[in-house]
């Protein structure tokens, strides 16, 4: 089986990386191949045009590509709770740039999708600085990659004033001296302003004409990953590092410090909660997402392997 991801170590898919790390596709006589792009956007485009069976996205982003006649459903969820996002704004600017409204003007970096789709981390930057009256117009965005290394190139280069990304990179970001945190939407000291924003972020999603020829294989799928899940919420920050392997220190300690500090950011069972849909209807409407036919979003979801026990 072949999924794609962005990444690598990206914090909402180390379920995924975890899969074949913890050797749970052998102990189900299946091997998954997991491949990595710069983008969630750019690794469900690269699914679409047959080179991947699955791939992992924020869901936000579905509706337009259903919008485009490209059918696709998510299967399962990864990730739950409010998302670890927050905005860096380069240390040598921290006493011009003190809250979200002062990024009129300024190049903000974020991982941006393709010509005709926008990422969902694009979305949500959006629709977080609107919210403080800060509309998309007045904002320069910067293209960067849904890395460390994209992230730190663009902080380091000084291409960007700042960027929106999310724990772990924006831990390292204040740890090594390059930026300062202007706001955080997992810091409970910071008055978050993002409507819906309990609402569903990364889902494996693949295409409904898969489903009907490989029900097999979505329903192994299935079953690696509510093994990788379960596993992940019940082990320790250390363990969770430990078995991803990362050959730097420092990344691993700014990794289990982000799993230490925040809520548990993974789905124990893949299931979607009802609570998490309506959050998501309510997200979409803010950020101007409509489905084809006033369609719900359920209509986005197959939920029917992930349900059976």
Wanted: hydrophobic share 40%; net charge neutral.
């Amino acid at each position: 089986l072949r999924i794609n991801i962005p990444g690598p170590l990206l914090m909402p898919f180390f379920p995924i990386e975890l899969i074949p790390k913890l050797g749970i596709d052998r102990q189900l006589d299946t091997r998954l191949g997991i491949r990595y792009h710069p983008t969630g956007v750019l690794a469900l485009e690269d699914m679409l045009a047959g080179n991947a069976d699955f791939a992992g996205v924020g869901f936000p982003v579905l509706p337009k590509f259903l919008e485009q006649g490209r059918s696709v459903v998510a299967i399962a969820r990864l990730s739950s709770g409010a998302p670890p996002y927050a905005i860096i704004v380069r240390a040598d600017l921290a006493d011009q740039i003190r809250g979200i409204e002062d990024l009129r003007g300024r190049t903000l970096g974020v991982p941006v999708g393709s010509a005709t789709t926008k990422t969902y981390l694009q979305l949500v930057a959006e629709l977080w600085v609107s919210s403080h009256g800060v509309s998309s117009r007045q904002v320069r965005w910067a293209p960067i990659t849904q890395t460390y290394d994209g992230v730190y190139g663009a902080m380091a280069g000084q291409t960007v004033d700042a960027v929106f990304c999310e724990e772990p990179y924006s831990a390292s970001l204040v740890r090594q001296g390059l930026g300062v945190t202007l706001a955080s939407l997992s810091d409970p000291r910071n008055p978050v302003r993002v409507v819906g924003k309990d609402h569903l972020r990364a889902v494996i999603v693949t295409t409904p004409d898969y489903i009907r020829r490989y029900p097999q294989r979505v329903q192994q799928l299935v079953r690696m990953l509510r093994r990788s899940l379960e596993w992940t919420t019940a082990a320790t920050p250390q363990a969770i590092v430990e078995h991803l392997e990362i050959a730097d220190a420092a990344h691993r300690a700014d990794l289990i410090d982000a799993l230490t500090r925040l809520p548990s950011p993974y789905s124990g069972d893949g299931r979607f909660s009802e609570a998490e849909i309506e959050a998501t209807r309510d997200f979409m409407r803010a950020v101007g997402i409509t489905l084809p036919g006033n369609a719900d979003v359920k209509t986005l979801i197959d939920d029917r392997w992930i349900n059976r026990d």
